[in-house]
C-alpha cells in the first residue's frame, strides 16, 4: 500500500528535523539498521527463490523473486526515500502514542526465543544434524514467528510502511513457507535479520520508555 507525503514541504522538513534530533531513534541508527535490513532480506529471498526454482516451485520462486526484486529496488537510488518514509510513518503514528509494556514485553519474548532457536541450529556441524533439527524444531519456529508477528500488528497498527512490511512477512513467513526454506538453506543470515530487528525493536521500546516514564522491556 503506497504511503502518501507529508501534505507540503515544510512539514515533512520537520519530519526529518524530529528524526535528526532524536536521541533514542537516531537517523543515524535508522538509515544504517534499515540497510542492513534490506540488505539481508534481499539475500535471504534472492536464494528462496533460487531454490524454489531448482525444485520446481515456479510459483513459489517467482513470490521470493518478487520480494528480492522490489529490495533490491529499495536500496538503490530510493533507498533513502524508503527510509524516510519509515520514519515519517513512525512520528506520524507512534512517536507520541503509548504502547503497552506488556504488548512491548511480548514482542521481545519472541524475538529472544528466536534467536535462541536460530543459535541452536547454527550449532550444527553438519548436513545431516542441520536437516534433523529442522524435522524435529521447526513447528516450534513457526509458532513463535506466527506470535511475533501477531504481537508486531498489535504495535504497528495504522496503515504505513511499516505495518505493510509486517503483513507482507505475515504472508510470506507465516503462511508462504518462507521461514522453512531459510532454514533448509542455513540460519546464519536469519539470525543476523532477527538481530537487526531486535536491535530497531529496542530503540523503539527505549524511545517510548523515555516518552512515556515506562520501563522498556529487556532484550
Partial sequence: MAVSSPPHAAVFITTVLLLLSSASLSHAFLVSNIRTLFSLSHSLTSRVAALRTARGDTEGAARAR??????????GLRFYKSALNM????????AWRETASSL????????NELLRVFSELN??????ERAAWVAQNYRIALRISSSLVTQLLKVFTQSGPLREAVITLQKEVVDGDLLKDCLELGVA???SLIQVIKDLFL???SSHSHSHSHHHPEL
Avoid at 550449532?123 to 545431516?128: A, E, K, L, P, V
Fill in 66 to 75: 518478487a520480494l528480492a526484486d522490489q529490495l533490491e529496488r529499495g536500496m
Fill in 87 to 94: 520514519g515519517w510513518d513512525y512520528v506520524k503514528n507512534y
Fill in 104 to 111: 512491548l514485553g511480548n514482542v521481545a519474548k519472541d524475538l
Fill in 123 to 128: 550449532g550444527c556441524n553438519s548436513d545431516g
Fill in 189 to 191: 543470515d536469519l539470525h
Fill in 203 to 205: 530503540q523503539y521500546a
